[in-house]
């Protein structure tokens, strides 16, 4: 009972913090669609949305940022979260599975590999509810893409990840942002590439931002 009640002051307190003195430390996880391979690391997508975010009078700081380009749900359990726990945050993003669609994992792979990351990070962010969800891109209208389509189609592949992802969202009552619709636009925009005609470039990642940011914002608040 006495435990009960805790939770309950400690909830009420909470609620009642102002929004600019609630401090968070955000540590997002991912492959090269969150280090944003392609451009400068001032202009990744987490970096603006911190500063968009602390403009808007939320106390956050990204602490570290372990992404890495080519990293799948396999790299992320034995690479990134080992970090991620040790830096002890408060909120996360997640943006993976691309390159596990590359290399030909399976679907029912890459959820139990989802199921994994998704329990971990719950289970160490102080709220689990701190967490978004981020949806595949379709990198196939890419002027590269192709090369990388391993003679399947990029779009649908894509697609039946993405449900994966959306699917256990909505089971653990987690917010989801969905880039895959805006980001075919790279396939009619140049501009929206980079040099290398299959990672977005610093336009495209700001883009991003500007979907991603007022979710993370509502999150916040």
Known sequence: MKTFLISICISVFLINVPMEKRSYRY??????????????????????????????KINIELITNPARNGFTTKDVIEKELPVFVNSKPTFSTLLIGVNDWVQ?????TFQKNLIFIIEKVQATLPDKTKFILITIPDFGVTPTGSKYSGGKNISAGISEFNKIIIEEAKKRNLKTVDLFEISKEMGKDKSLVAEDGLHPSAKEYAIWEKIIFPIVYSLLK
Do not use: A, F, Q, R
């Open 27 to 56: 540590v997002p996880l991912g492959d090269s669609y969150t280090i944003c391979t392609g451009t400068t690391e001032e202009n990744s997508w987490p970096l603006i949305m911190t500063d968009h975010l602390k403009g808007n």
């Open 104 to 108: 030909g994992v399976d679907t029912k």
